[in-house]
């Protein structure tokens, strides 16, 4: 993929996806994962509103915690076994470091060891390989 990952969100209809996410999860509670740089972008400019996120983790989060992040509150992953949640949906654009380090760092031996967790934003093939140009 030569365009950047912002390009990439506003060139396929990234909101239609968000839409389809919130139908899906309908009445379930979203813990979001993932504070960076995309998932900021993300957050400023498409809706997200209709899910109903907790708040947002974040590997950083163990030692330099804000407040908030875009609007989200911030949780430190140590502390997730006092939140109630559903999903997980990843922010970050390379999610399998995510998956990995929620697998084995942060949910593992935990009552949320088997809970979902996937991207919030996934690209098909189609979309990633052949790109329109």
Do not use: W
């Not at 908030?68 to 997730?80: A, E």
């Amino acid at each position: 993929m030569t365009e950047n990952k912002f390009d990439f969100l506003k060139k396929y209809n990234i909101q239609k996806k968000i839409n389809a996410l919130e139908k899906k999860y309908k009445n379930k509670k979203v813990l979001l994962y993932g504070a960076n740089d995309f998932s900021g972008y993300i957050f400023e400019n498409y809706n997200l509103s209709m899910l109903d996120i907790i708040g947002i983790t974040d590997k950083i989060f163990q030692n330099n915690m804000p407040d908030s992040f875009k609007g989200f509150d911030c949780i430190n992953p140590h502390n997730l076994k006092n939140e109630r949640f559903d999903i997980i949906l990843i922010s970050d654009f390379e999610s399998q470091n995510a998956y990995k380090i929620l697998d084995e760092e942060i949910l593992y031996g935990t009552k949320y060891a088997k809970t979902e967790i996937r991207p919030l934003i996934s690209f098909t093939f189609k979309e990633i390989f052949l790109s329109k140009e």
